[in-house]
Antibody
Framework: QVHLQESGPGLVKPSETLSLTCAVSGASIGSYYWSWIRQPPGNGLEWIGYMYHTGNPNYNPSLSYNPSLKSRVTMSIDTSKNQFSLNLTSVTAADTAVYHC????????????WGQGTPVTVSS | QSALTQPASVSGSPGQSITISCTGTSSDVGAYNFVSWYQQHPGKAPKLMIYDVSNRPSGVSNRFSGSKSGNTASLTISGLQAEDEADYYCSSYTTSSTFLFGTGTMVTVL
């Protein structure tokens, strides 16, 4: 059975870098597309971006209230560890959210398996 | 890219049918038949209910059905049950090779 498990610091100070990891078990990370999706408190889902194990990441060009996100986000895949990572620099309170990693079996990026999510709070 | 537009809330009595709309543009919903729908209960991860407009993953009740006309997709829940009370999100692949979610709809079973 395939399982996705996100991990992260929980609390990050403003202007610092947020680093999250998604550990994949039960499947080869090289066989699927991987996305990060976040959900601010009381709000809807926001797709951050995706990557495949080959090629470059593709990020959401604009989010509802944080158009500079694309310039702050980096995604990477470590096939040796079978994990997927997200780095978000210069965080602000607007980045407070539950962050999910998700798998897609198709190039249409439709997530068909989600991790439970890891909550991140940006606060001093 | 703005989020796809959904009604904030829809309600119905047990046994009734409800329909949730999802309006996008010719660059997303209208461009391809790659609309999917997710159900999310509080504190839980979203669950895929419909993919490619009208297909149900294995294990999803046939009370859930999807359709699309032009730039608007719809999710219909028939025979509404208490367990259907949740948030529902539509989503679509886009012509920019990105992915877009809807604003979300809270379904209440009266």
């Amino acid at each position: 059975q395939v399982h996705l498990q996100e991990s992260g610091p929980g609390l990050v100070k403003p202007s610092e870098t947020l680093s999250l990891t998604c550990a994949v078990s039960g499947a080869s990370i090289g066989s699927y597309y991987w996305s990060w999706i976040r959900q601010p408190p009381g709000n809807g889902l926001e797709w951050i971006g995706y990557m495949y194990h080959t090629g470059n990441p593709n990020y959401n060009p604009s989010l509802s209230y944080n158009p500079s996100l694309k310039s702050r986000v980096t995604m990477s895949i470590d096939t040796s560890k079978n994990q997927f990572s997200l780095n978000l620099t210069s965080v602000t309170a607007a980045d407070t959210a539950v962050y999910h990693c998700a798998r897609s079996s198709t190039w249409t990026l439709r997530p068909d398996l989600w991790g439970q999510g890891t909550p991140v709070t940006v606060s001093s | 890219q703005s989020a796809l537009t959904q009604p904030a809330s829809v309600s119905g009595s047990p046994g009734q049918s409800i329909t949730i709309s999802c309006t996008g543009t010719s660059s997303d919903v209208g461009a391809y038949n790659f609309v999917s729908w997710y159900q999310q209960h509080p504190g839980k991860a979203p669950k895929l209910m419909i993919y490619d407009v009208s297909n149900r993953p294995s294990g999803v009740s046939n009370r859930f059905s999807g359709s699309k006309s032009g730039n608007t997709a719809s999710l219909t829940i028939s025979g509404l049950q208490a367990e259907d009370e949740a948030d529902y999100y539509c989503s679509s692949y886009t012509t920019s090779s990105t992915f877009l979610f809807g604003t979300g709809t809270m379904v209440t079973v009266l």
